[in-house]
């Protein structure tokens, strides 16, 4: 079955930069979506179709994908991104085949 | 101003039933899809189903698939997901998402506990 793949914690310093990859065989093909979920709140998107921010979303945040790997990157990390991250995106086998990656907890400290 | 808003969650034995509602308000429901996505204690999220606009195309996930029905009611501005011989591992918080053809899930519920337990 087909699985979208996230490192499970990265930790950065405050002020740093953050990368937080998501590697899938379809990606190549198909877009990335990342969701930003703080510890008891439901999650909010922070960037579509691979690079795109939605309105609100800081600029800090920023979205990337090459070959089969997506990455979401915060430059300059606060204190207040730290939260849980995830990918998400389809198979190329169909629209009802879709996933989200494993997530990877930010730490910024 | 868009809400989503899940209802319906509780503690349920296993092999019972239960049907979670989502309302929606702020926009017109009947322009976008929808979707159910779980997360069960200290875990990741979970997809687990789909419907179009008009409620003609359904999408499930493997592990919910001949369990779980989603549907909706665009006059009632209402999603809904029925969900059959629960299961223990089904214990989550189960939320709502509505999908934007750009965006994907660009507005979530609050979401609404299940508990699967004797």
């Known amino acids: 079955s087909y699985e979208l793949t996230q490192p499970p914690s990265v930790s950065v310093s405050p002020g740093q930069t953050a990368r937080i990859t998501c590697s899938g065989d379809?990606?190549?093909?198909?877009?990335a979506y990342w969701y930003q979920q703080k510890s008891g709140q439901a999650p909010v998107l922070v960037i579509y179709e691979d690079t795109k921010r939605p309105s609100g979303i800081p600029e800090r945040f920023s979205g990337s994908s090459s070959g089969t790997m997506a990455t979401l990157t915060i430059s300059g990390a606060q204190a207040e991104d730290e939260a849980d991250y995830y990918c998400?995106?389809?198979?190329?086998?169909?629209?009802?085949?879709?996933?989200f990656g494993g997530g990877t907890k930010v730490t910024v400290l | 101003e868009v809400q989503l808003v899940e209802s319906g969650g509780g503690l349920v034995q296993p092999g019972g039933s239960l049907r979670l509602s989502c309302e929606a308000s702020g926009f017109t429901l009947s322009s976008y899809e929808m979707n159910w996505v779980r997360q069960a204690p200290g875990k990741g999220l979970e997809w687990i189903s789909y419907i179009s606009s008009s409620g003609g195309t359904k999408y499930y996930a493997d592990s919910v698939k001949g369990r779980f029905t989603i549907s909706r009611d665009n006059a009632k501005n209402s999603v809904f997901l029925q969900m059959n011989s629960l299961r223990a591992e089904d214990t989550a918080i189960y939320f709502c998402?509505?999908?934007?053809?750009?965006?994907?899930?660009?507005?979530w519920g609050q979401g609404t506990l299940v508990t699967v337990s004797s």
């Open positions: 998400y995106s389809t198979d190329t086998g169909g629209n009802d085949r879709r996933m």
């Open positions: 379809a990606l190549p093909k198909k877009y």
């Open positions: 998402a509505r999908e934007s053809k750009a965006e994907g899930f660009d507005y």
